[in-house]
DNA sequence: GGTAATATCGAACGGTGTTCGATAAATCGC
DNA sequence: GCGATTTATCGAACACCGTTCGATATTACC
């Protein structure tokens, strides 16, 4: 099992047949997955790729995962080291108030890397943050007149609304957005025409919602979704 | 633009050096896609596997689809023409009522198909079926008593819900499971001795739900969090 | 200093998505 | 019916991928 800081490797060695090999660590493997992540998404992050940035071969990956898949996994997890940094002072306030913080700060997280929402909280049985925060967000039930089961439903619809709705906006970036072609104003102008050009009667609803549309943000549609979900749960509280 | 139904590909010709090509259409593509997709998921998705089973060569999908996210989500789209069929009737009992039922034949839809979850109603400009299943979503709300902003946030709300959970609960399967290595119970007991086993200290609400966490379904899981989201929407509405 | 354990590596394997130029098949116009 | 055009299919090739294996470099231990 690796437990030493590799030092940074040298580019090919001098004279003879002997080339000096890299050095990792599982943070480093870990830190600079997370860079390719934000660089290129997921997509991007490929095993020669990443071996590259760290001065090595691909082989050498395996010895600190077990493949790609665990990669992305403990990439996620490392990041949500941050998200539970930021709420750890959170918990002395209205336990709904307190969900809606720390719902939040791990929406934003997920908008800041799109990515994330795909492997965040996916296996709490091999992502120790994504446990830790599971059980933050779970404790704020603990300070309201619910059930265990209540509680326990409560806490996962709050986590898969979370997960669900900011994975859906990560990855909704078309390629023209994506690739710099369109900027996110002239996308959501093009899909408005697209839906204003819609039958009427077929989509009323559609034409009913419209001007929202055109000037709705992500973060507006998600605070409003996840305050409807938490005046639920305030409701099934009773307070 | 193809527009013929392709007739079935001959094998091999007989004597001669030329070979009879295959012949598909759009609709076999798809259909044949979705098949791979339920038999081995998004992974067992390959144009080369889609092309085999279609009697012909990988360039010919090309002719159908632009590539393979293409692919994806017509596939994915396709599908839900089987769930437009079944809410078509929906739409005249307590619009609540209504959300519920049309949210909760897209979750079985979605574990019917766990590759489903991450390509449904991912962009409603080239996924039609996925344009009128919003539309039918959105039309419940247009018999609340809401504002044009408050309907277009809650239907989001309950299509991010909706899909954002089943997709999760889709892939959460794990590949001691999906192998068959493992039964779901095995697993789930596999999985509640390690809550069991962490700090009482540290992992307070863990410990609260852990007998619920044993004894859970994910449709009953699914079912409390939609009807929480409905809870907080009939609030808003006043109704 | 020799042995054992740990970590790194190049090469190879088996596979993928996609494109290109060729060509088979269908359609159209005369 | 035939030649031209259009549509659809194809094999090969390209560039890349994840993963494993046996070799070997490096570190730790006695």
Redo the contacts between chains.
């Keep these: 099992m690796p437990m030493r800081e590799g030092r940074a490797a040298s580019p090919g060695a001098g004279g003879g047949r002997a080339r000096t090999r890299a050095s990792h660590s599982r943070e480093s493997v870990l830190a600079e997955a997370v860079r390719l992540l934000d660089e290129a998404g997921a997509a991007g992050l490929t095993i020669r790729a990443l071996a590259a940035r760290l001065g090595g071969g691909p082989a050498s990956i395996y010895w600190y995962v077990s493949g790609r898949d665990e990669l992305l996994d403990l990439a996620a997890d490392s990041v949500l080291a941050g998200v539970l940094d930021a709420v750890r002072a959170v918990g002395e306030g209205d336990p709904i108030d307190d969900l809606r913080t720390i719902g939040e700060t791990l929406f934003d997280a997920i908008v800041d890397r799109p990515w994330l929402g795909a492997y965040a909280l996916?296996?709490t049985?091999t992502q120790p943050h994504s446990?830790r925060l599971?059980?933050k967000i779970?404790?704020q039930?603990?300070r309201l007149a619910l059930t265990?089961?209540?509680?326990?439903?409560?806490?996962?619809?709050v986590v898969?609304?979370v997960?669900?709705?900011a994975?859906?906006m990560g990855?909704?970036l078309?390629e023209v957005v994506a690739s710099g072609q369109m900027d996110r104003e002239e996308y959501l102008a093009q899909?408005t025409a697209?839906w204003r050009a819609?039958d009427e009667g077929?989509?009323?609803?559609?034409h009913?919602?419209v001007?929202?549309?055109a000037r709705?943000t992500d973060r507006g549609?998600?605070r409003?979704?996840?305050?409807?979900?938490?005046?639920?749960?305030r409701?099934?509280a009773g307070a």
Tied chains: 1, 2.
Aim: glycine share 10%; aromatic share 12%.
């Design positions: 996916r296996d049985g446990l599971y059980e779970g404790e039930t603990l265990p089961t209540q509680r326990f439903h409560a806490t996962s619809a898969g609304f997960i669900g709705t994975a859906d990855q909704e078309p899909a697209e819609l077929e989509f009323p609803f559609i009913h919602v001007d929202e549309f709705h549609q998600f409003a979704g996840l305050d409807l979900l938490l005046a639920g749960i409701l099934q």
